[in-house]
């Protein structure tokens, strides 16, 4: 018997109930990608108030990287609830906080000297890795890219690309933020190709510092190792090493944000490894607290050091919970076969992908890196049309037929693999069996000859 198990209509009578008073209790701005209430999640699935189990293909985006309740780090909270709760890191500390930093240090890229601070959620460690560069470097300016997703705070927004949900009507942002086109080959700002374009996108920060914004008054560039919400976009191999030789001859540092391709999502324990560069401040949170909220910014000493006493903290900034939980998330990545099975999963993904490129023409590309890996889909592969009515039907059909899965792209366009990477290769498979159906049901048997031409 598979994973998944059916027992009611999706959603059931009692989700439909909670759907009715969430409605008349939370704003609206909070909207949910299933309507589907959590009653218990183990490992790989979900199982809703219903009794109906589901398979958890979206990892409670991208989370849960060592699954729902992994049982080392359920016992490190455990073991922490029986030591102390909130004491407050800036009151009375605790060696779990410092413990974690001394293993952050030494894990993220790079060899050089570094230091941790622990704050609560991605969004307020890209505050805070930003703070620490205008901090360092006496400058203002900060560079991000189009199609990146940095979170909903109101700095962070600034530095989010997209418009529709996230900013508008949400405005002013912070000033002295500029934007340069990310590496979105399949869609490149410059119409340019792959290899023959050179990497104009990443040279084109010279221009920047040029005709935008003098690169005195940069601080820093953010950039995602892939992009997340911008849908699974990997850049070409030598991008950031040509944008960090840019930074750094101006004196401009760059923050990798590591919140979602981080802590094993891309088979590497960190995106960037991939590409052979260390940036100068990581950013990292989802799947470092291994269920629980936390985030850091690691970064070279010298750097980290730049904010006086007090200038940095949070009342519950690294809480000892969250911190027993990141340790055991770490003593998990070192112990066990985590990466190898992400690259394995995402290799999975791509055999059956492929096929179905074959067979969909609304496919209109297959990408990603280890478990980080998408479809993008289009109305016409000549055209490129983004199809966000098909994908958002493809994720319907695949939650009523038990499983989860969730969106991303500027376009609403991609359909994301976040599984949990402790996923068993027939839940895997499982899995993308319901997404071969939902494909075929919303899009249809394809071109052939189409894809031949391709
Ligand atoms: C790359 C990236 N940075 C920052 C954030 C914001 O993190 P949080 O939602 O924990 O504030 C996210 C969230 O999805 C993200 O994907």
Not at 83 to 90: E, G, I, P, V
Not at 93 to 112: C, D, F, Q, S, W
Not at 146 to 171: I, M, N, Q, V, W
Request: aromatic share 8%.
């Amino acid at each position: 018997m598979g994973t998944i198990q059916l027992k009611t209509s999706i959603p059931g009578p009692k989700s439909r109930a909670l759907v009715e008073r969430q409605e008349a209790a939370v704003p609206r701005g909070l909207s949910h990608a299933t309507p589907v209430y959590v009653a218990r999640a183990q490992e790989t699935w979900i199982e809703d108030v219903d009794g109906n189990r589901f398979l958890d293909f979206a990892g409670g985006i991208g989370s849960v990287n060592t699954g729902h309740r992994n049982p080392q780090v359920i016992r490190a909270i455990a073991a922490q609830l029986e030591a102390h709760l909130h004491t407050c890191a800036q009151v009375t500390p605790y060696e779990n906080y410092v413990r974690l930093a001394e293993r952050l240090n030494h894990i993220t890229p790079g060899k050089h000297p570094k230091k941790t601070l622990l704050v609560n959620t991605g969004a307020e460690a890209v505050e805070n890795a930003i703070k620490i560069a205008r901090a360092h470097t006496g400058r203002a300016g900060v560079i991000a890219f189009e199609d990146a997703f940095h979170g909903r705070t109101l700095l962070t927004l600034g530095l989010t690309s997209k418009t529709h949900p996230y900013k508008a009507g949400f405005g002013p942002f912070a000033s002295e933020i500029y934007r340069i086109p990310y590496a979105y080959c399949y869609r490149c700002s410059y119409s340019l190709s792959y290899p023959s374009c050179d990497v104009l996108c990443a040279r084109h920060l010279e221009d920047t510092f040029r005709r935008v914004v003098a690169s005195e008054d940069i601080a820093a560039v953010i950039a995602e190792p892939v992009l997340g919400e911008g849908g699974f976009i990997v850049p070409p191999p030598e991008f950031f090493r040509i944008l960090i030789d840019i930074c750094h001859q101006h004196g401009v540092l760059f923050i990798a944000d590591e919140v979602q391709s981080g802590f094993g999502r891309t088979g590497k324990m960190f995106a960037c490894e991939h590409y052979h560069v260390e940036p100068d401040i990581v950013v990292t949170a989802k799947s470092l607290g291994g269920g629980l909220p936390l985030a850091a910014v690691t970064g070279r000493a010298e750097i980290m050091d730049a904010p006086g006493p007090g200038g940095l903290g949070g009342t519950f900034a690294g809480n000892p919970l969250s911190c027993a939980a990141a340790n055991a998330v770490i003593d998990t990545f070192e112990q066990g076969k985590l990466l190898a099975r992400a690259n394995a999963i995402g290799e999975h993904f791509e055999r059956r992908a492929k096929k179905w490129e074959g067979q969909f023409q609304a496919i209109g590309e297959v990408r990603g890196l280890g478990a980080m890996r998408a479809l993008e889909l289009v109305k016409s592969r000549q055209s490129r049309e983004p199809a966000p009515e098909d994908t958002k039907a493809v994720t319907r059909f695949c939650y009523e037929h038990g499983l989860i899965t969730i969106t991303a792209g500027t376009y609403d366009n991609v359909i994301r693999l976040l599984v949990p990477l402790v996923a068993s290769n027939e839940q895997i498979e499982e899995g993308l069996d319901v997404l071969e159906n939902a494909l075929a049901s919303v899009c249809g048997q394809s071109a052939f000859s189409e894809t031949a031409a391709k």
